[in-house]
Every structure is written in C-alpha cells, then in structure tokens.
C-alpha cells in the first residue's frame, strides 16, 4: 500500500472549506479513509492545526475534528534525528524541512501539499492534490 504524508496546508483545506482548494484536498484526504492508500501527518501538525483552526472553529470543533482525523491516519514522528536533519538541510523554510525529515524517516513516497515550491530540494515528490489523485491513487 503507498505511503503519503499530508501537509498542514491540505488539511485545512478541507477543514475550513477553503476554496477553490476544498475538493481536490478532501478527495485526496479521503483515500486514506478508503482504505487506498496509508495516510501520514507530521506530528507537529497537530498542534499547528490545533492553534489555527480552533480560533476559527472553537475547541470542541477543533478536537472533534482533529480525533477524526487522528482516527485515520498516522503520525509521522518528530524526534531529535528528524530536527537534526532538517536544520541540516537546504530547505528555505524550516517548518517544511521538517515536514520533508519527518516523511524520509518513515518512508512515504510522496507529500501532498499545495507548497510544492518550498520541497523542491527535497528527495521526496512534493506534489498537488490533484496530480496525487492523477498519478498515486
């Protein structure tokens, strides 16, 4: 089964309904809840999902969707070798260096995001939700 790690962008896509974004990213999402594929996100997403949508959507809202979502997919691991390496990296932007360190330690064979731009220097195909659906579902 192929292996994808959703960035922070994708999912607040679908939990905002962010459009014009909203149903190529919750398409994408929704493979990992289909059983297609096995679905990752970087730990520290969590928490930044956290902060930005529950001053949106309030905390109950917030949890409840987060515990959905959690109940779906995997974490991808922040651990002291996956800071190392990001630090270590040629990554313009930290925050997605460490989305990239996070995703090689556990293997993924793409990230899906709407930032392909910043992942350029990565090893890992950084690719749009819709190019996902095309090429990896």
């Known amino acids: 089964m192929k292996r994808v790690l959703f960035d922070t962008d994708v999912l607040l896509d679908v939990f905002l309904q962010r459009h014009p974004y909203f149903t190529s990213s919750a398409i994408a999402l929704d493979t990992v809840g289909q059983g297609k594929i096995e679905g990752y996100i970087a730990a520290h997403a ?63 064979e793409a990230i899906v995001t709407r930032n392909i731009q910043d992942f350029r220097s990565g090893t890992i195909p950084a690719v749009l939700p819709e190019v996902f659906l095309a090429t990896f579902n």
């Open 46 to 108: 969590v928490t930044n999902l956290f902060y930005l949508l529950k001053r949106q959507l309030g905390r109950d809202q917030t949890r409840s969707l987060l515990a959905t979502l959690l109940s779906k997919v995997h974490i991808a691991a922040v651990t002291d070798a996956v800071v190392r390496e990001a630090l270590a990296s040629s990554f313009t932007d930290f925050e997605d260096a460490v989305v990239h360190a996070a995703a090689r330690s556990i293997g993924v």
